[in-house]
């Protein structure tokens, strides 16, 4: 079974901007999967659904082939770590460690296991010397990894990063998907937004090309190489 599967959603937003018309698509389990599109394409509305931010007005999201809902979307949200693309919106404590222990201390967890997790995440993005800085700071890149720690700490099935290197130089790109890679290779589902196809092509292993807010094309990187 499809770790997450899309089907035929609608999404109008308050000003009567429709994001989604009808989009279906399949997340598979343990992937590099890259959602591309142009910037209005639905992408950043799309991944708010994936974990239960927006719920869906028409259609619906199917995690582990149960359908999402007010009712289970706070689960959800431990499930389908979301990293914004800017990591301003995200990494806000006083110190680095407090950051990255901000989920797993919502998720009620023993400080034990917090205190296990956070080094864990530190150390699976190379932060741990910063671990007593103040995330202010850092640069854009190192608060990048910030974020991606602290999702990391909840320990989630998946983690969707919306256009992961917007703003990243070359070096902060390689480290950051060096990072992705691993994660991905010990088993945790990889989804990036991206209007860039140089790098979805270059990085993911299932495509997913959106437009307009619905799908135009979902499969392997041939997808992109046959067209040109
Ligand atoms: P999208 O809806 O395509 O995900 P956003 O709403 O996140 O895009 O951002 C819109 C635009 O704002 C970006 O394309 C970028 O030009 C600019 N932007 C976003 N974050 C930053 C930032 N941290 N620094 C400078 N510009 C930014
Ligand atoms: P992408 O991430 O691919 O750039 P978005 O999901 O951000 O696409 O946007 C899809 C469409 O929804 C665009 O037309 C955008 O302007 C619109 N949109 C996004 N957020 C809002 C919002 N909060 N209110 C109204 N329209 C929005």
Same mark, same amino acid.
């Given at each position: 079974?499809?770790?997450?599967?899309?089907?035929?959603?609608?999404?109008?937003?308050?000003?009567?901007?429709?994001?989604?018309?009808?989009?279906? #698509?399949?997340?598979?389990?343990? /992937?590099? &999967? =890259? $959602?591309? !599109?142009?910037?209005?394409?639905?992408?950043?509305?799309? *991944? %708010?659904?994936?974990?239960?931010?927006?719920?869906?007005?028409?259609?619906?999201?199917?995690?582990?082939?149960?359908?999402?809902?007010?009712?289970?979307?706070?689960?959800?949200?431990?499930?389908?770590?979301?990293?914004?693309?800017?990591?301003?919106?995200?990494?806000?404590?006083?110190?680095?460690?407090?950051?990255?222990?901000?989920?797993?201390?919502?998720?009620?967890?023993?400080?034990?296991?917090?205190?296990?997790?956070?080094?864990?995440?530190?150390?699976?993005?190379?932060?741990?010397?910063?671990?007593?800085?103040?995330?202010?700071? #850092?640069?854009?890149?190192?608060? /990048?990894? &910030? =974020? $991606?720690? !602290?999702?990391?700490?909840?320990?989630?099935?998946?983690? *969707? %990063?919306?256009?992961?290197?917007?703003?990243?130089?070359?070096?902060?790109?390689?480290?950051?998907?060096?990072?992705?890679?691993?994660?991905?290779?010990?088993?945790?589902?990889?989804?990036?937004?991206?209007?860039?196809?140089?790098?979805?092509?270059?990085?993911?292993?299932?495509?997913?090309?959106?437009?307009?807010?619905?799908?135009?094309?979902?499969?392997?990187?041939?997808?992109?190489?046959?067209?040109?």
């Amino acid at each position: 079974m499809a770790l997450i599967e899309v089907q035929d959603l609608f999404y109008r937003y308050k000003d009567g901007t429709v994001a989604l018309r009808g989009l279906s #698509l399949t997340i598979p389990r343990g /992937k590099k &999967v =890259a $959602i591309l !599109g142009p910037n209005g394409a639905g992408k950043s509305t799309l *991944i %708010l659904h994936l974990n239960g931010i927006h719920l869906p007005q028409r259609g619906q999201v199917l995690f582990d082939g149960e359908p999402v809902t007010a009712r289970n979307a706070r689960l959800l949200r431990s499930k389908v770590g979301l990293v914004f693309q800017d990591p301003d919106d995200q990494v806000f404590s006083a110190t680095v460690w407090e950051d990255v222990a901000f989920g797993p201390l919502n998720m009620g967890l023993e400080p034990d296991e917090i205190s296990r997790r956070v080094a864990a995440a530190l150390a699976a993005v190379g932060m741990t010397a910063y671990q007593d800085k103040a995330p202010y700071h #850092l640069s854009y890149g190192q608060k /990048k990894r &910030v =974020a $991606i720690a !602290g999702i990391l700490a909840m320990d989630p099935e998946v983690i *969707i %990063l919306d256009e992961p290197v917007a703003f990243l130089d070359p070096q902060g790109k390689d480290t950051l998907f060096h990072i992705l890679d691993e994660l991905n290779a010990r088993g945790t589902t990889i989804v990036i937004a991206t209007h860039d196809v140089d790098l979805a092509a270059e990085w993911a292993d299932q495509l997913i090309v959106i437009k307009d807010g619905t799908c135009l094309a979902q499969g392997g990187p041939e997808l992109l190489t046959d067209k040109q």
